[in-house]
């Protein structure tokens, strides 16, 4: 009996080791997978309010579409930002890499039902595309393109501003005291430009969140222009700034513990 039981012991832990051995070979292959095949185009649409007070307005940021013809993607991500009904929504930059893939782009982001407002990233530069299609498809939103310019919402409430890549890194844009602030920018290290400015939410993207962030690390690898805000809310001298991670990938078609996102701010 006893030597029965002591059989079944010694079973039992091969057993477990042969199971924790199991996870332990698989977790690498299973991470894989997830990165190249599921969050790529796991949208997480994540919800913030930035203060106590009873909100009035709904607003809603994505960026960095990186877009390449993925036209169903893309789609998606329009549908999710409709199925929000924001008051408003703000992109911060790299709308596409190559000129070719524009008028598909532009004709999706047409059929979001709410004013657009947008800026440039440098990738929209580097395709060396006019922003004239760009600028009519933010207005006929009724939003706007917004290079170094501050442009007022529909209702009066809120006064945005959107930073173009090259001259703002010269001077820094004014802020409407009478009205309440959205500051869109495309790389988030540009906060430390507006110290001394009281701005009451900041946009910006770039970072991808780094795509690939190991759990207690963090981001692998971020781009420049990113310094320590590479994802997620940061409380400022400037005011609260917000990094998405954007909904595209740049440059290889993988995202771990960082999927694309769509935010919402209720202000």
Same mark, same amino acid.
């Given at each position: 009996?006893?030597?029965?039981?002591?059989?079944?012991?010694?079973?039992?832990?091969?057993?477990?080791?042969?199971?924790?051995?199991?996870?332990?070979?698989?977790?690498?292959?299973?991470?894989?997978?997830?990165?190249?095949?599921?969050?790529?185009?796991? +949208?997480?649409?994540?919800?913030?309010?930035?203060?106590?007070? =009873?909100?009035?307005?709904?607003?809603?940021?994505?960026?960095?579409?990186?877009?390449?013809?993925?036209?169903?993607?893309?789609?998606?991500?329009?549908?999710?930002?409709?199925?929000?009904?924001?008051?408003?929504?703000? &992109?911060?930059?790299?709308? +596409?890499?190559?000129?070719?893939?524009?008028?598909?782009?532009?004709?999706?982001?047409?059929?979001?039902?709410?004013?657009?407002?947008?800026?440039?990233?440098?990738?929209?530069?580097?395709?060396?595309?006019? &922003?004239?299609?760009?600028?009519? =498809?933010?207005?006929?939103?009724?939003?706007?393109?917004?290079?170094?310019? +501050?442009?007022?919402?529909?209702?009066?409430? &809120?006064? +945005? =501003?959107?930073?173009?890549?090259?001259?703002?890194?010269?001077?820094?844009?004014?802020?409407?005291?009478?009205?309440?602030?959205?500051?869109?920018?495309?790389?988030?290290?540009?906060?430390?430009?507006?110290?001394?400015?009281?701005?009451?939410?900041?946009?910006?993207?770039?970072?991808?969140?780094?795509?690939?962030?190991?759990?207690?690390?963090?981001?692998?690898?971020?781009?420049?222009?990113?310094?320590?805000?590479?994802?997620?809310?940061?409380?400022?001298?400037?005011?609260?700034?917000?990094?998405?991670?954007?909904?595209?990938? &740049?440059?290889?078609?993988?995202?771990?513990?960082?999927?694309?996102?769509?935010?919402?701010?209720?202000?």
């Amino acid at each position: 009996m006893q030597q029965s039981s002591r059989l079944s012991s010694s079973r039992s832990i091969l057993t477990r080791r042969r199971f924790l051995l199991a996870t332990l070979l698989c977790a690498p292959v299973l991470a894989v997978a997830d990165a190249k095949c599921v969050e790529p185009e796991w +949208i997480k649409v994540r919800r913030l309010r930035l203060n106590s007070k =009873t909100p009035t307005h709904r607003v809603v940021h994505f960026t960095d579409v990186h877009h390449k013809g993925n036209r169903d993607y893309l789609l998606k991500v329009v549908d999710q930002i409709n199925a929000l009904s924001p008051d408003f929504v703000c &992109f911060t930059g790299d709308l +596409i890499e190559e000129g070719k893939h524009l008028p598909e782009a532009l004709e999706l982001l047409g059929r979001i039902k709410s004013p657009l407002y947008g800026v440039p990233g440098n990738h929209d530069y580097w395709s060396k595309v006019p &922003f004239a299609g760009i600028e009519k =498809t933010f207005s006929a939103s009724g939003g706007a393109w917004l290079l170094d310019e +501050i442009t007022v919402t529909a209702d009066g409430q &809120f006064s +945005i =501003t959107g930073a173009a890549f090259f001259t703002f890194k010269k001077q820094p844009l004014a802020i409407d005291p009478r009205r309440r602030n959205i500051f869109l920018m495309h790389y988030p290290a540009w906060i430390e430009k507006l110290a001394g400015q009281k701005i009451d939410l900041v946009l910006a993207g770039h970072s991808h969140g780094g795509q690939v962030r190991l759990p207690f690390y963090g981001p692998v690898f971020v781009p420049f222009g990113v310094d320590r805000y590479d994802l997620g809310l940061f409380r400022t001298a400037a005011g609260p700034l917000y990094v998405n991670p954007g909904i595209g990938w &740049f440059p290889l078609p993988i995202r771990f513990n960082c999927r694309p996102e769509i935010t919402v701010f209720e202000m």
